[in-house]
Every structure is written in C-alpha cells, then in structure tokens.
C-alpha cells in the first residue's frame, strides 16, 4: 500500500522559513515523478512543485519560484520542500503527491494527508 | 499558463440523480485531463485521468468525456458518499494547473 507521510508544517512568521518533509512507502520512490501541491483554508488546490526521479527537471508556481525548492532523498525514500521568505499567503495544507509517471506529470495517483502551514506574526 | 474554469461552481441533488460537471480548458490540452474528489478535511483521491480512463478502485458510476478544451466528469447515480468537491487538473504542459471546484451538496 502507498503510503506518504508529511511533517514540518506549524506556525511560522512572515519572512521565516520552514522545510516540509514527505515520507514514501510502500512503493519504489526512486522511479516516479513527485509532487507538491497546496490548499489554502477554504480554497482549492495550487499545485506547487515537481521533482522527477533524478531530479533532472523540476518545475515550480510562480508564486513561489525563487522562494521554495523541492527536492528528494532517493536512498531515503523522502521528499522535501524547503520554504524561504514564507508570506501570509503561503498559509495552507502542503500535501505530498506521487506521480504517475517517472519522467514527466501526469496525474497524482496517491495523496498524504497534508502537513498545515500558517504564516502569521 | 493554461487556465481551467469549472461549471458550476456548486451543484445541489439528490441521491440517485444523475449530475455532470464541466471543465473547460484556456487552449486546447487534448486530453490530458484529471478528475479528483475532495471531501472536507481529506485528500484529494484521484477518480480519472487522460479524461475517460477511471483510476483502478473508483465505482465505475463515475466517467469521463472530452477533448480538447471541453470534458465532463458524470456521475450516472449519486450515492451519499459521492457529495464532496471534486476539480478537474490539466498536465498539458507545465505549469499544470487546476480548476476552481465544484461542490456537489445534498439537496
């Protein structure tokens, strides 16, 4: 069974910065695709960030380019998105996504259960 | 950027009614379009991708149509545990992006 488990999130103030963690079981991390994709209080979903399985590409929003970078931690099955120069607006549920694909996005097949970001003073 | 609006916003029905859901598509993404449904406090669960296929385990009530820049997600009798928010997702290309929801309520 797939298995993604964020942790990180919590209370953080504006220009602070957080790193998000997602850990991968119960599939070969090491050959998809992964994701990350927001949901802030009451609105739908932003996705965020792509990382491919040798991180050769990577794609990020533009309302976070330049501020937040994905990575992963093949040997660890870990997934992580450092967030600098947070903003009120960055205040939502982070969730972990696994791709379909191991090259490019495709669709997000399995879901973790998000990890809550607030940024306030 | 693609843009993805969604019609409508939010739908109320009823237990075995049967209810379709657009998306449309700023330019056309031939048919690299997903289907999710959220439920208060969850995670998104994926229901279709590439428009029609259905994800293995999604109750085969749920389909999809379309190409293009037009698709619909129906769902051919409502049960009770379908009443969630469900948002289409276009990977086209990159950025990839998702409509706005919409909100099927009970009547």
């Known amino acids: 069974e797939v298995r993604l488990v964020e942790s990180g999130g919590g209370l953080v103030k504006p220009g602070g910065s957080l790193r998000l963690s997602c850990a991968a079981s119960g599939f070969t991390f090491s050959s998809y695709t992964m994701n990350w994709v927001r949901q802030a209080p009451g609105k739908g979903l932003e996705w965020v960030s792509s990382i491919s399985t040798s991180s050769s590409y990577i794609y990020y929003a533009d309302s976070v380019k330049g501020r937040f970078t994905i990575s992963r931690d093949n040997a660890k099955n870990s997934l992580f998105l450092q967030m600098n120069s947070l903003r009120a607006e960055d205040t939502a549920v982070y969730y972990c996504a696994k791709d379909y694909s191991s090259s490019s996005v495709y669709w997000f097949d399995s879901w973790g259960q998000g990890s809550l970001v607030i940024v306030s003073s | 950027d693609i843009q993805m609006t969604q019609s409508p916003s939010s739908l109320s029905a009823s237990v075995g009614d049967r209810v379709t859901i657009t998306c449309r598509a700023s330019q056309s993404i031939d048919s690299y379009v997903n289907w999710y449904q959220q439920k208060p406090g969850k995670a998104p669960k994926l229901l279709i991708y590439?428009?029609?296929s259905l994800q293995s385990g999604v109750p085969s009530r749920f389909s999809g149509s379309g190409s293009g820049t037009d698709f619909t997600l129906t769902i051919s009798s409502l049960q009770p545990e379908d009443f969630a928010t469900y948002y289409c997702q276009q990977t086209y290309n990159m950025p990839c992006s998702f409509g706005p929801g919409t909100k099927l309520e009970i009547k």
């Open positions: 590439t428009a029609s």
